[in-house]
């Protein structure tokens, strides 16, 4: 007779080996019909051609397999220090193999969105962003960080706070499903995250559609306060490179100008500014650190307002498009954790797969 668990451990057969439970499956199935629907819709709308879709499908799955090969040297690891960790090896490697697939393809999906449909959509919040930030603080909200972090090194600390967990946002499913034994606090981490990127970067992002201060002479109209933004930023720049630091928040800025221009689809490119994606994903990264460690936490969160300076700082964003970012995230974590709880019932019990 099969003893099982299939909610917080492991399933074993009549053998006493690990078997993989239905629950895993039937969740790993969700998060990936979810990611289909997305794709599928998305590309169609974007008419994304096949052969850029497989290009760019091709390199990020390279890049999460070498994400996904070193997640394995590290569950190997903890295998040898911590061997409870053995009992749940048919999971860990269910698991992997869905964050690789998530990572692999939402990325290539949701560039699609931004760059081939979202200029559908026009830039058309960009006055009202613009205007609430100077209404509240009586000037537009980046003079003042400017005050503060206006030199060199100054910028260059929020440079490094804004790209500080770019690899994190990437692998977080990779992370997740190497590290996090409660099967609730998993799927609850995998489905904000992929949620994430459809509800608040892509049908929020549709709806606030916004271009950001940085693009705001580009596409909206010629505006001497953002005009004097780029070139104050310009100058640091310039000062940067003769101290020998490179700024990497201006060139990317640069290379989004010309990639939609020239209305090429690539990897990270598009334009969008409001909710800010950036602020939210490292909302969720704190927010799934917290529930591990509360240091780690709280040195999440302060990341958190780290971010949303520098998108200001830089003219990546306005002033409201963080919080409501942020605010967002933690609606979809909170709801989240009622459908992790639909997906994992804790009186439920399945046979093994």
Not at 37 to 51: A, D, E, K, M
């Amino acid at each position: 007779m099969n003893v099982v668990n299939p909610t917080f451990g492991p399933v074993h057969g009549q053998s006493g080996a690990p078997r993989l439970a239905w629950t895993d499956v039937r969740a790993g199935a969700v998060l990936i019909a979810l990611l289909a629907i997305y794709g599928i819709v998305t590309c169609g709308i974007g008419r994304l051609p096949f052969q850029e879709l497989v290009v760019s499908l091709g390199n990020f799955a390279a890049l999460s397999f070498y994400a996904g090969l070193l997640s394995t040297c590290l569950f190997a690891l903890l295998c040898l220090v911590r061997p409870e960790y053995r009992t749940e090896l048919p999971a860990r490697a269910f698991w992997l193999v869905i964050a690789c697939l998530l990572t692999t393809m939402t990325f290539p999906f949701f560039a699609a969105f931004k760059q081939l449909v979202l200029p559908m959509r026009g830039f058309l919040w960009d006055r009202t962003f613009a205007h609430f930030g100077r209404s509240l603080f009586g000037q537009s909200p980046w003079t003042i960080t400017h005050i503060y972090f206006g030199t060199v090194k100054g910028t260059l600390f929020l440079d490094w706070a804004y790209r500080s967990l770019l690899p994190l946002m990437f692998g977080l499913p990779l992370v997740t499903a190497i590290l996090v034994t409660d099967a609730r606090k998993r799927f609850r981490i995998l489905f904000t995250w992929l949620a994430s990127w459809i509800l608040i970067g892509s049908l929020a992002g549709w709806f606030f559609a916004s271009a950001g201060p940085c693009f705001y002479n580009n596409f909206i109209a010629y505006d001497p306060d953002y005009s004097e933004l780029q070139r104050r930023l310009a100058e640091i720049g310039r000062q940067a490179t003769a101290q020998g630091y490179y700024i990497a928040s201006l060139h990317y800025q640069q290379g989004l100008l010309i990639t939609y221009h020239a209305r090429d689809y690539a990897p990270g490119g598009g334009i969008s500014a409001m909710p800010s994606m950036h602020v939210a994903m490292v909302t969720l990264v704190a927010l799934a650190a917290w529930q591990f460690n509360r240091l780690l936490g709280i040195v999440g969160f302060y990341i958190v307002f780290a971010v949303w300076i520098a998108t200001i700082h830089f003219g990546w964003h306005y002033f409201i498009d963080g919080p409501v970012g942020a605010a967002m995230m933690i609606a979809l974590w909170i709801a989240a954790r009622r459908v992790a709880a639909i997906a994992y019932p804790e009186a439920t019990a399945a046979s093994p797969a």
